[in-house]
């Protein structure tokens, strides 16, 4: 059974720049996280989803933004880049109900 | 490793040695809380959890504690092996959705063979 997919692996932006990030989850898990984690914070809650519809949202800002389909694929994107917003973005992927989540190996956004 | 840079608490051990590491969490209504097992270069790795109304809890060679009464959480492990190098991060759910997981700042743990 596939794990957590997210692509890509690594990437450079620009300040000021937009970026998506992709994330596919195990299959048949209709739940996905995201989280940031960076050195001076630490792992971070952005938002998650189910069926298509954001349930929860972490404290960021409204540049940070996401989306998921029918198909539970799910997309983050984060527009106006800034320096700050250098970090690992992680996914995760659970079977609604139960407290196992998955993650991937994350995307090292890096922003220049 | 994803935590370069961040001053993490660290616990040194000897191979087949017992670990505990410790996390205190702060708030009284979380229903779960997780461990979590982060390699370099990985994403963190469900290791065991344990609900609010339960004070104790085994898997394979790990042990959970939870203790309300300081809102202290432990993780042991039992044997460690140099496989057992890692950062270590405790979460807590805080009601509604349970994806919604507040992370501890993480310890790293260094297995010496």
């Known amino acids: 059974k596939a794990g957590v997919t997210q692509t890509p692996r690594y990437l450079i932006k620009t300040r000021g720049q937009q970026v998506t990030l992709s994330c596919s989850p195990i299959s048949g898990h209709r739940s996905v996280s995201w989280y940031q984690q960076t050195p001076g914070q630490g792992l971070q809650f952005l938002f998650e989803?189910?069926?298509?519809?954001?349930?929860n949202k972490g404290n960021f800002p409204g540049r940070f933004s996401g989306r998921q389909f029918s198909n539970s694929r799910s997309e983050m994107n984060v527009s106006t880049l800034e320096l700050g917003d250098s970090a690992l973005y992680l996914c995760?992927?659970?079977?609604?109900?139960?407290?196992?989540?998955?993650f991937g190996q994350g995307t090292r956004l890096t922003v220049v | 490793g994803e935590s370069v840079g961040l001053h993490l608490p660290t616990l040194s051990v000897q191979e087949g040695d017992n670990s505990i590491i410790n996390c205190a969490y702060s708030n009284s209504a979380s229903d779960y809380f997780i461990w979590y097992k982060q390699e370099s270069g990985k994403g963190p790795q469900f290791i065991i959890d344990?609900?609010?109304?339960?004070d104790k809890r085994q898997g394979q060679r790990v042990t959970v504690l939870l203790n309300k009464t300081v809102k202290h959480l432990s993780l042991q492990i039992a044997a460690t092996q140099p496989g057992d190098s890692a950062v270590y991060f405790c979460a807590e759910n805080r009601g509604g959705s349970q994806g919604n997981l507040i992370f501890g700042k993480g310890t790293k743990l260094s297995v010496k063979p």
């Open positions: 995760a992927s659970r079977v609604t109900g139960n407290t196992e989540a998955f």
């Open positions: 989803y189910f069926s298509e519809t954001q349930r």
């Open positions: 344990i609900r609010s109304n339960m």
